[in-house]
């Protein structure tokens, strides 16, 4: 265990922390652009400078360990002078802009320069989209090459889709290692990765939900975004058994809840299985008793094994369990299955 002063104040941490790590543990705000806890510190962006007793250069927090009787400033007038330094440069040099339909303004750099004091000048610069597919865009005029979307394709979901070129002056992408998952859309601090949104949205006055995955039988947990009562995007969360990681069905499988294609009272077939199908409306109760019939007629026929059964990874861990019981206990059929099965 390392014994720390922080901002005055006494804390201990556990030994093999950075100083980021112990200054987060404590609840200490630094500001960062390029970490990520799961990834190895890249110390890209210096955003997240303290000043260390003793040393007079500034220390890069997210790259030096904390030791043993370290005394760390990380609001020091040196410390503050640097990040307003560091912020003025970035948003001369990069797009700050938003009115891109797929941007929410969930900026990283505009959010600090606020809390800096920075002036965030007029800017005219122009949309550089250098990689676009159906589910994202990347545009480099809003990349700060912190680094973390490659570090994401490459080192968790190992699909080497998104890499820098040699000079780091730009991207090269491979749209057949690219599994559309997102994960380097959900990293990026600037919104120069954005996907494609079919509805909208600012991030402001969002709500987010947490629920767990209804695609397999993982267990993913989801932050669901809402805006106003409707779904509007899914996001990952971080300290849960997907480690802040999601597949394409995840993250982009959440549209249906709102499509006007989705029944809304059952619907009875009315014509031959061999033409065009045919359905009208019917209450629950009339389609229960249909069900009831047509189950029972089989049964009586052929024997409970000729009724298959066949779960929704979308229904509750009780729905499905009441389903094989059914099928089972009730009708006499081992014939279960659920598309939730890996």
Not at 214 to 229: A, R, T
Request: aromatic share 6%; charged share 25%; net charge positive.
């Amino acid at each position: 265990m390392a014994k720390l002063v922080i901002n005055g104040l006494k804390y201990t941490a556990e030994e093999g922390m950075t100083i980021l790590q112990a200054c987060k543990k404590m609840d200490i705000h630094v500001p960062t652009l390029c970490n990520d806890p799961r990834l190895k510190p890249g110390g890209s962006c210096r955003l997240c400078v303290v000043e260390v007793e003793g040393d007079e250069k500034l220390k890069i927090s997210c790259a030096i360990a904390a030791t043993d009787g370290m005394v760390i400033s990380t609001n020091s007038p040196k410390v503050v002078a640097e990040r307003k330094a560091i912020l003025e440069k970035l948003v001369k040099d990069v797009s700050v802009d938003d009115s891109s339909p797929n941007a929410t303004g969930a900026n990283k750099v505009v959010d600090y320069a606020k809390e800096y004091g920075v002036i965030i000048p007029t800017q005219d610069k122009k949309e550089n989209i250098v990689v676009e597919n159906e589910i994202f865009t990347l545009d480099q005029s809003k990349c700060i090459k912190c680094g973390l979307c490659v570090k994401v394709a490459n080192d968790l979901q190992h699909c080497s889709a998104l890499n820098f070129t040699k000079d780091r002056s730009g991207f090269e992408f491979n749209s057949e290692n690219c599994v559309r998952c997102g994960n380097c859309v959900a990293v990026c601090p600037t919104e120069a990765l954005v996907t494609k949104k079919q509805i909208p949205y600012s991030a402001s006055g969002i709500k987010k939900t947490q629920a767990t995955c209804p695609y397999c039988g993982v267990g993913c947990q989801i932050n669901y975004i809402s805006k106003n009562n409707v779904l509007v995007g899914a996001e990952p969360v971080m300290d849960s058994i997907n480690n802040g990681l999601l597949c394409v069905k995840g993250r982009f499988g959440y549209e249906h809840v709102q499509s006007s294609l989705r029944p809304k009272t059952p619907l009875i077939r009315t014509n031959s299985k061999t033409e065009e199908p045919q359905w009208r409306e019917a209450s629950w109760d009339e389609a229960l008793d249909l069900i009831k019939t047509k189950m029972s007629g089989i049964k009586e026929k052929h024997g409970g094994e000729a009724i298959g059964f066949y779960g929704s990874g979308k229904a509750n861990l009780e729905d499905n369990y009441m389903l094989q019981k059914f099928a089972r206990a009730v009708i006499g059929s081992n014939s279960v299955d659920v598309c939730a099965r890996l």
